[in-house]
């Protein structure tokens, strides 16, 4: 038996319309290890969705091939989605019916028997904190309960590999970090997760490895840490006690760092990439000193590891929450 339950090589997906042919996903290459957390990390348009819909085999490859626990998805579907579970990033229950009903209808469709369909729905429904709310309409659900029934709908018949496509999205804090506990409970259980996400603290929190996604590409693949030890030792950031004077602060930390400094979306802040030589260590150490020298007061003063965020800027030259047209 394969160590990986889901391979994919180089995958293609094409849409035609009046504008022209758009190369939706452009040769993906995956290989997911059973019983981990795969993230695919990349902004809306980067492909993320159109390749899960291939994997999960709503979508027939253009070219390339994919497997999931060893079946094709395209000359043994059948067998694939006998083993997968998919949740979308709209919700796919019944609005008008009660949490209840939608979980006994889909096990009643899976060829549950009415008693045995009832003990697993209400068994879900405790599992993922809604059996209060079990006899409600889904219609009167909040956002992050209606994330943890379309969650509980994909589990009905307890998947080996589960496609979750941008989980979270819309979700406050304590709904997301729900929806983060349910994860590594199912991983803990045996189950594989392929996950896609726009949020880079997700990918950081729940991914055993990570493929950054950008144009219908994989243009960076590894753990949280080989990817930020990718693009530097490590990230300077500061903090001004005089937004005024941030410009001659970054000037200041250019200079000791002989590298660029770059201001923060916040007017006091600053930061600047660590550079990945022997002696960043000593630069890094003259900086205090020099700003004290120049009469620059910093209130802040942090050196840490590079964030996610740094590595999509520094692959893509863009922010990752800034999308595009899909």
């Not at 957390?37 to 902004?43: D, E, F, I, R, S």
């Not at 496509?165 to 729900?178: I, K, Y």
């Not at 991983?187 to 950081?204: F, I, M, P, S």
Request: glycine share 12%; hydrophobic share 45%; net charge negative.
């Amino acid at each position: 038996m394969s160590e990986l339950a889901v391979e994919a090589e180089g995958l293609v997906k094409h849409f035609t319309s009046r504008g022209g042919v758009t190369r939706a996903v452009d040769g993906i290459d995956l290989a997911v290890r059973r019983g981990t957390v795969y993230g695919v990390l990349g902004p809306n348009g980067a492909g993320k969705t159109t390749a899960v819909r291939m994997l999960a085999t709503l979508l027939r490859p253009d070219a390339g091939t994919a497997r999931v626990l060893g079946h094709d998805v395209v000359d043994d579907a059948d067998a694939v989605r006998a083993c997968v579970g998919l949740t979308g990033q709209y919700a796919s229950v019944d609005e008008d019916l009660t949490g209840l009903e939608n979980l006994v209808m889909l096990a009643r469709l899976y060829g549950f028997s009415g008693p045995a369909a009832r003990r697993r729905s209400t068994g879900l429904l405790g599992a993922f904190g809604l059996g209060d709310a079990g006899a409600r309409q889904v219609k009167t659900y909040s956002g992050g309960m209606r994330r943890r029934i379309d969650l509980a709908a994909s589990l009905v018949m307890s998947p080996e590999v589960l496609f979750l496509d941008e989980p979270t999205t819309g979700l406050d804090p304590r709904s997301r970090n729900q929806v983060w506990d349910i994860v590594r409970v199912l991983v803990r259980d045996g189950a594989t997760v392929l996950l896609t996400t726009q949020y880079l603290e997700e990918a950081d929190q729940l991914a055993d490895r990570i493929a950054v996604v950008d144009h219908g590409k994989v243009i960076a693949e590894g753990t949280a840490s080989d990817l930020k030890r990718s693009v530097g030792q490590g990230t300077v950031q500061l903090r001004v006690a005089d937004a005024a004077r941030r410009g001659e602060a970054a000037d200041v930390v250019s200079g000791a760092l002989a590298a660029p400094a770059t201001a923060a979306a916040d007017p006091f802040g600053l930061s600047a990439r660590v550079p990945d030589d022997p002696g960043a260590a000593d630069r890094v150490a003259r900086i205090l000193p020099a700003l004290a020298e120049a009469g620059i007061a910093v209130p802040e003063f942090s050196v840490g590891q590079p964030s996610l965020d740094e590595v999509f800027l520094t692959l893509t030259g863009r922010p990752a929450d800034e999308g595009e047209a899909a």
